[in-house]
């Protein structure tokens, strides 16, 4: 695929660990990595770590009728027991190993999480969760965070430079997010929301708290 020249590859590659070649490939291509690393841990990580459910913050992302899936009595043992669970955490470790390894070969990062597709995988929660992996893999916050805004930026104006986004700058859309604490301390302070704006207008809703 990388020697068709496609453009992208997103979803991480998680089945076995890349190599010094294939690295050169990818950045001789200017093949765009889309690692989504919360991808795959979506399918257990409710179950192995239900502490994350306490926050407010993951509550409103998921809302009642989902929460009360996800902390139903027989959730956690049926999840862990499932054949699909620990092909899906071998997935996740070989998907972080390799993020790495392509990140420090030079290779263009942009930022995923397929979102919305499965249960798991929640709009408002796992955009957060992502940055919260790829700096578990290895990035540091400010490498993950410029992953998720100026680097896809980059990525949206290679594909459409007619698009007025993903850039700061004159005559941009203004979609900002407005944090309370700084995120470069701790990758888990993008959820300390203190305001959204919206094509430059303020988005009239209360962000939760962490």
Not at 21 to 39: C, K, S
Not at 61 to 77: E, I, M, R, V, W
Not at 121 to 135: N, W
Request: proline share 5%; aromatic share 6%; glycine share 6%.
């Amino acid at each position: 695929m990388v020697n068709a020249n496609v453009d992208i590859i997103a979803h991480s590659i998680r089945d076995e660990a890349v190599g010094p070649a294939f690295v050169q490939a990818l950045v001789q291509h200017n093949t765009w990595y889309i690692p989504t690393l919360a991808l795959d841990e979506s399918f257990y990580i409710y179950a192995s770590d239900p502490q994350i459910m306490q926050s407010s913050f993951f509550q409103q992302a998921a809302g009642p009728q989902l929460l009360a899936k996800l902390q139903a009595p027989d959730y956690a043992s049926k999840t862990l027991a499932a054949d699909q669970t620990e092909q899906a955490k071998k997935d996740h470790a070989v998907a972080m190993k390799n993020l790495k390894t392509i990140y420090d070969g030079g290779v263009s990062l942009a930022f995923g999480t397929d979102s919305g597709a499965v249960t798991g995988r929640i709009p408002g929660f796992s955009e957060h969760r992502e940055l919260e992996d790829l700096v578990a893999a290895g990035l540091t916050p400010l490498q993950a965070i410029t992953v998720a805004t100026g680097q896809t930026g980059r990525l949206i104006h290679t594909l459409n430079s007619h698009l007025s986004v993903g850039l700061i700058q004159s005559d941009y859309s203004a979609d900002l997010i407005i944090l309370s604490a700084d995120p470069l301390m701790d990758i888990r302070n993008t959820r300390r929301i203190a305001a959204v704006y919206h094509h430059g207008a303020l988005v009239p809703n209360t962000p939760p708290q962490n």
